[in-house]
């Protein structure tokens, strides 16, 4: 079965410093998606992106967050000047339409 | 088997029990909802959704309820297994491509053997 491969499995990084979160979404999905869930919660949405653009996103999703499809396989998440608070687990998503196949996720821990 | 009213954020159960998992969504505008198993290090995994114009749908070993008037959807488990041990989240969504699934507060399910 196709799945959402996600890069690194883990990123330790110091606060303020730059990440790029890297997913490889199904090769024929159209519609791609972070969500973030930090340790103990609910999954929470970040952002969707089809066609080359951001089509909704969160308040979570402020201008430290950026995301981009740099070729036609990868998906990035660019978190620029990293907080505590920014640890948690990071899922990528994508789906055709309304079925969605989640990624395992990278867990990043700002220290 | 286990019955849960309202939502709880753990549920334990023996080996070969029914069990029940509630959630109370909160848009009105949702009308697709989608139950997902989360395993420890994994992402959110699809287990069974249904759509507003239903109240019932079945799968295999899982059953989703849906009660438009009070906005309750419950995930029914048979003969639940250790491999069901995981946390359990629903999620909702207006039935259109690409919009956000606006996911509940999880439960989390243990079997005992």
Excluded at chain 2, 40 to 69: A, C, E, Y
Excluded at chain 2, 84 to 101: H, N
Aim: contains cysteine; hydrophobic residues 35%.
């Amino acid at each position: 079965e196709p799945e959402v491969t996600q890069t690194p499995s883990h990123q330790v990084t110091q606060m303020g410093q730059e990440v790029i979160l890297r997913c490889v979404p199904i090769s024929n999905h159209l519609y791609f998606y972070w969500y973030r869930q930090i340790l103990g919660q609910k999954v929470e949405f970040l952002v969707s992106f089809y066609n080359n653009e951001i089509s909704e996103k969160s308040e979570i999703f402020d201008d430290q967050f950026s995301v981009e499809r740099p070729d036609g396989s990868n998906f990035t998440l660019k978190i620029r000047s990293t907080k505590l608070e920014d640890s948690a687990m990071y899922f990528c998503a994508s789906s055709t339409g309304t079925r969605y196949t989640f990624g395992s996720g990278t867990r990043l821990t700002v220290v | 088997g286990e019955s849960v009213g309202l939502h709880l954020p753990t549920l334990s159960v023996q080996e070969g029990d029914n069990s029940i998992i509630n959630c109370a969504y909160s848009n009105s505008a949702s009308d697709y909802f989608i139950w997902y198993k989360q395993e420890s290090g994994k992402g959110p995994q699809f287990i069974i959704d249904i759509r507003s114009n239903m109240d019932k749908r079945q799968g295999q070993r899982v059953t989703v309820l849906l009660n438009k008037t009070v906005k309750h959807l419950s995930l029914q488990i048979a003969a639940t297994q250790p491999g069901d041990s995981a946390v359990y989240f629903c999620a909702e969504t207006p039935y259109q491509a690409g919009t956000a699934l606006i996911f509940g507060k999880g439960t989390t399910l243990s079997v005992s053997s």
